[in-house]
């Protein structure tokens, strides 16, 4: 359900899971697993965080009482871990730096025991290869921490694209979801080729998962293949799909117009971006920040010059992460007006 993007049936299993089996941890980390596939879409959400430390706490008490009673149980290891993965996440996007390198280290160290314990569980190097991929792109500044405070995980280069890899060969629960994640990170690499492709396939195979259909449509402008955003992307606007991931697309589809110096046809789309996407607050800031974009250079096209200044100063005075390319660009619509 997860992968259909079909989230509401996904908490129905989830009540189900801890209403049937109240003493496994499996419907607690299910739903943990729901919860930070939503938290990444929009970190500054906080409507799940109570959710996320509750199901976190009551995974924490079952494993390791289980782990007490039976110290070679694989899945409270493995259960243990992902709570303790998401937890490290929660952590890191509320500014609790300490608590969330605690919980990476604990992440690591019981994702580690769950393959010395069963090194057939394929699914847990997804996790582990996460762990070890972030661990290993720390902030600068807990970095430099990292050699006297044992809080600070360590990561392990060598194997984490290498599981995450195995995963969307051999993996069982999270074949597809490695699928996603190794795109991911093969576009943070440069490998944009691969990602793409990865991307299609899972484009194709999940069609009502818009997350997937949306990070394909932005690599593709990305990648500055600009005919093939419009294509696909149109595709995409003639689905039912709701307005927000509508409104992304189109903003996409404007951009890639605009690289093709279309700009009547850009303008066009472009006005058919609801207001309503960024009144209704459910716009995750990165979007905020390409839509303030790109209406700031429309104005410029259309002479707007105030209107234009308006917007990029919008964008440099975010209290949020703003990907340095747009603020760049932003800074530079400050200086001069954005022309063709």
């Not at 058919?272 to 009144?279: D, F, G, L, Y």
């Amino acid at each position: 359900m997860r992968l259909h993007g079909n989230y509401a049936g996904a908490q129905q299993v989830y009540e189900q899971l801890i209403t049937k089996y109240p003493e496994d941890a499996i419907g607690y980390v299910f739903n943990l697993n729901t919860m930070l596939t939503l938290l990444t879409w929009d970190r500054n959400q906080t409507r799940f965080d109570d959710q996320i430390r509750q199901d976190a706490a009551s995974t924490f008490d079952i494993c390791e009482h289980t782990i007490a009673k039976e110290a070679s149980n694989y899945l409270a290891y493995y259960y243990c871990g992902q709570a303790h993965m998401t937890m490290s996440y929660l952590s890191a996007i509320r500014g609790e730096y300490y608590q969330s390198g605690r919980h990476a280290n604990l992440a690591i160290k019981q994702l580690e025991r769950t393959l010395e314990l069963n090194e057939n569980l394929v699914d847990a190097k997804m996790h582990l290869g996460i762990a070890y991929y972030h661990a290993d792109n720390l902030p600068p500044f807990l970095k430099a921490l990292s050699w006297f405070l044992w809080f600070i995980p360590t990561g392990n280069a060598d194997k984490s694209l290498p599981y995450l890899e195995a995963t969307t060969r051999n993996g069982y629960f999270f074949k597809d979801v490695a699928k996603f994640l190794y795109a991911d990170l093969l576009i943070m690499e440069g490998d944009q080729q691969k990602a793409s492709d990865m991307l299609e396939a899972l484009s194709e195979t999940y069609p009502g998962n818009s997350r997937v259909r949306l990070r394909y449509i932005s690599l593709l402008l990305e990648q500055a293949l600009y005919e093939k955003t419009i294509s696909v992307g149109q595709q995409f606007l003639n689905e039912q799909h709701q307005d927000i991931d509508k409104g992304l697309v189109r903003l996409w589809i404007t951009r890639a117009h605009l690289a093709l110096d279309a700009v009547d046809k850009a303008k066009e789309i472009f006005h058919t971006i609801s207001p309503k996407i960024e009144q209704s607050g459910e716009l995750p800031p990165w979007g905020l920040h390409w839509l303030l974009l790109t209406r700031g250079q429309i104005a410029d096209l259309d002479n707007r010059r105030n209107e234009a200044m308006q917007n990029y100063q919008r964008i440099i005075d975010e209290d949020h992460y703003v990907n340095p390319a747009i603020l760049a660009v932003a800074q530079k619509g400050i200086e001069s007006p954005y022309h063709q």
